[in-house]
């Protein structure tokens, strides 16, 4: 996968150059940047209480009034990379209960399907060094419906479609505001914002606008390792320039100016208001909620008549003409600026051209301009998702100097075997919403994409989970916060191999540093998850939820074709970085011909037909295995479990292994001496196929995946087999039914469902494996396509067909997807992932926005789940890449969902 992406070092672009000096160290160019999470309120990190609900300990209502104790949210802010100062929107519409700082949702136990935001907002742009960035936020001028929201939800049951924003009125006769919010660096530490608020009615408004800046508590706790001790300070230093000075241990020479003078200036202190929260009388008068009580409640001695604290907001109150804006700047920079406001709009104006060059160099030219449009937006919400991310489990769990002593309950509770991890970073984040804490399979995909426009960045992160302060002494990886101990897929090696192929620079430094960490990961796979030493796997629900007729991870006899197949693909690519290594390291032969020789025992064990293996030569297909006894059940599930043994595929080419004579020795000997092993290795032209599924079984699985009733979505690969919508899998009184939205049971909270809707993360990596055999097949492997058509095409055209279904989820219909439109019963011009939501097709201010969800409808492409998860699924922005590239390989070839003057389909013509 993405062997031809030039190095991004090989372009010399402005944002190349800054990218360059920030990765030498001459200028850092990320110390500001949008880390600043959507949501900090009820993390595990905040929730010290007796039972570990974090939903209920720290509430959304709470937020506005209790200070945090790990971190920081805002609405569309930024901060530095200790988020020791932060900026972020704030506002108010004259009507809402309370001042809007942050984005609301529903809880996990609120929600009919888990936790769910319901705002709305894009990113828009974004520059890798954050030298440029815009995004938007939505505001009604109706009052908020926080309480519609919740109440409407509880009535709402698995079965009912969740109850969201587009559903209520308050964006009826665009009645609201669209708050644009842009960041651009005049220098690496000189940051100028820009918000433009514009009325979108008809009808002058009046809009209370205060951009709060802020110190994150470090003072309170008791810890010196926090950096700041000692309480910070922010005054006004001259009205009539708007200009503040900081007092801060770390940040002491930074100022800010509001270069539009507001009518006042507000301050307090980011401190809990103990009377509001428990009850109990403050010490100061001052406290977090100050501004809240101030312009909402009228309470003009909330603030510091004194003008200083550790919060300040300078105060606008204007009323818009309608379909008018108002434009709101300010400068947060290093040292004194006599003149701050002085070429201002210049800088933007440079900077967005900067970023329109850059990203000219990055995505291919034979895009479709609205192909480019989206996969600009893809890599926006990728960048804009990177957040601070502290947390230290130790100090967690024993409570801080300063604040009493958490209950007993929590030394037996969560997270308590992770006493060594320690995490201050900025990490790209799955949704700073949804999913503000990292998982690390997620990251691993998200990786991909960042690796085509900062290299950098991806290769630090994924070194970062394989330190010491993130990974257990055991060698495992830590999964997400809410169970450290989770078990994730081990996709860390192909990331490491995928950047390192991406990047270009031929990095074996951090090529060698991965995989020395990652054969310690595999090690604990080995010892953990190998319970009977036959090389069959267990891993429990392994990332995939529901995806089965129980909760995999209560489960302890069972044999799983997903983590075989997960340790098969483990072993495929640590063989192939060894290999790679190999050719300048000849030490690392030996452990290559380990892991040729582990990986070929697990297509051997996976495959065995003496009852225990997990291939169904009746079906043709892989299912999980229940042991109970001495007897061996079939869970006959035809879902991605299945799907994934496709994934485990290798083709090691004969020139390279010339080159490394004691791995050819060795291979050579298991090849003459182990004819049960050898019978898995194909020879064909000068290359060496190892793989879970060889050629018959390939066209089996395939005759599956490429039938649209059962695989085959018109939107990409489904989860699920759509058979079994008509077939349910039943055991005992479970049973498990394609499902194509989303789920209809509890099991893991109920906000995810892997029983038939569509996930980026694995339609990537089974479009890789496709191509993968390609390499190796050539032309000669040809299927029919779809399933039963007549139409016999290669793979790797059934490759980027299934591409450009998946990337035709965002985009608008038009003429040149009439069958999609059939397909999916979508209106002419809509984009899939917005469901039948009009308003993004029929208003202005609305047709060009796009929403990266989790995962999307089986049937409709409509986007689900979380709606910003544009960590993983920014894989959009590589399929998008690879199609530009294949229309440049294959020109002559048209892209597939059209129809031909007599109605009949092909595939290309």
Known sequence: MAADIPSIFDSDTAEHRRLAEHAKRMKDWKFWGPYLSERQWATVREDYSRDGEAWNYFTHDQARSRAYR????????????????????????????????????????????????KELYYYLDATPTHTYMKALYKYPMKEYPYEEFVNVNSFRTALDPEYEILDT??????????????????????????????????????????????????????????????????????????????????????????????????????????????????????????????????????????????????????????????????????GYIEKPEEGFEE???????????????????????????????????????KQFYHYSVKNWLEGDPNMPEPPAERLKGRN??????????????????????????????????????????????????????FMHPSGMIPAYEWDLSSVNPPVHAWACWNVY???????????????????????????????????????????????????????????????????????????????????????????????????????????????????????????????????????????????????????????????????????????????WLSRHIEERDGKYLLSVANEEKLKRILNYVLDPDEFLSPFGIRSLSKFHELEPFRWCDMDVKYTPGEAENGMFGGNSNWRGPIWFPINFLLIESIRNYYTFFGDSFRIEFPSRSGTVTNLIDVAEDISSRCVSIFLPHSE?????????????????????????????HFKDLVLFYEYFHGDTGKGLGAPHQTGWTALAAMQFQEIGRYVRSFPTKRRMHTVNPKGRRDVFR
């Not at 790209?428 to 691993?444: N, Q, R």
């Not at 059939?822 to 029929?842: A, Q, T, V």
């Open 501 to 675: 192929k991406i990047d270009g620079s031929r990095d074996r430094d951090f090529l060698l540093r991965a995989f020395n960490k990652l054969v310690i990961n595999f090690t604990w796979w080995v010892n953990r998850k190998d319970a009977s030493g036959k090389h069959i796997f267990t891993g429990g629900f392994l990332g995939l939820d529901n995806i089965s007729v129980f909760d995999r991870n209560l489960v302890k006899d069972l044999e799983q074709a997903d983590a075989t197949s997960w340790m098969a693909f483990f072993c495929a690519h640590m063989l192939t970085i060894s290999m790679e290594l190999a050719k300048e390291l000849p030490a690392m032969e030996d452990i290559a011909s380990k892991f040729f020789e582990h990986f070929v025992a697990i297509i051997h064990a996976i495959n065995t037909f003496d009852g225990t293996g997990l291939w169904d030569e009746q079906d043709g297909f892989f299912y999980d295995q229940l042991k109970v006894g001495t007897e061996r059940f079939p869970l006959r599930i035809r879902s991605i479990v299945g799907l994934l043994p496709l994934t485990a595929v290798s083709v090691l080419d004969m020139r390279t292994i010339s080159m490394l004579p004691g791995f050819k020795k060795r291979m050579e000997w298991v090849i003459k001496n182990r004819p």
């Open 416 to 469: 308590i075997d992770w006493e060594h991890l320690f995490n201050k970073d900025i990490i790209s984040m799955p949704d700073k919403w949804e999913y503000p804490w990292y998982a690390s399979w997620d990251l691993a995909f998200h990786m991909i994409p960042l690796a085509t426009i900062d290299p950098q960045f991806s290769k630090q992160q994924l070194i970062l989970f394989l330190r010491e302060w």
């Open 70 to 117: 790990w971190g920081e949210d805002g609405l569309l802010g930024i901060t530095d990379r200790d988020c020791n100062v932060c900026f972020a929107l704030a506002m108010w519409n004259g009507k809402d209960p309370i001042l809007k700082e942050r984005l609301f949702g529903v809880t996990g136990k609120q929600g009919n399907h888990g936790e769910d935001v």
């Open 169 to 334: 009125d308050i964006f009826d006769s665009n009645m609201y505001y669209d708050v644009f919010v842009e960041y651009a660096k005049s220098g690496y530490m000189d940051v100028l914002a820009k918000i433009t608020i514009w009325n979108r009615s008809d009808e002058p408004s009046q809009i209370h606008f205060l951009p709060n800046i802020w110190f994150r508590n470090t003072w309170t706790w008791g810890y010196r390792h926090e950096g700041c001790t000692s309480k910070p300070l922010l005054w006004l230093a001259d009205k009539e320039k708007g200009e503040l000075k900081f007092q801060h241990d770390t940040r002491s020479q930074f100022e800010f100016y509001a270069l539009d003078l507001p009518e006042e200036w507000l301050f307090t202190d980011n401190e809990t208001n103990t009377e509001v929260i428990w009850g109990v009388k403050n010490d100061e008068p001052y406290k977090k909620d100050a501004f809240h009580r101030y312009v909402v409640k009228g309470e003009k001695d909330a603030v510091n008549p004194e003008m200083r604290g550790t919060k300040a907001a300078p105060y606008y109150c204007r009323v818009v003409a309608g379909g008018d804006c108002v434009v709101f700047r300010f400068r947060l920079t290093r």
């Open 816 to 844: 040149n997807h009439l069958e999609l439109l059939e397909c999916s019963k979508l209106e002419y011009g809509m984009r899939p992932c917005h469901g039948d939501y009009k308003i993004y097709r029929d208003n202005p």
């Open 347 to 385: 800088v933007f104006e440079k900077r967005k051209q900067e970023a329109d060059e850059f990203y000219a160099s990055v995505i291919p030219n034979t895009l479709k301009p609205e192909e480019v449009a989206v996969t600009r937006q893809a890599y926006a919400g990728l960048l804009w998702s």
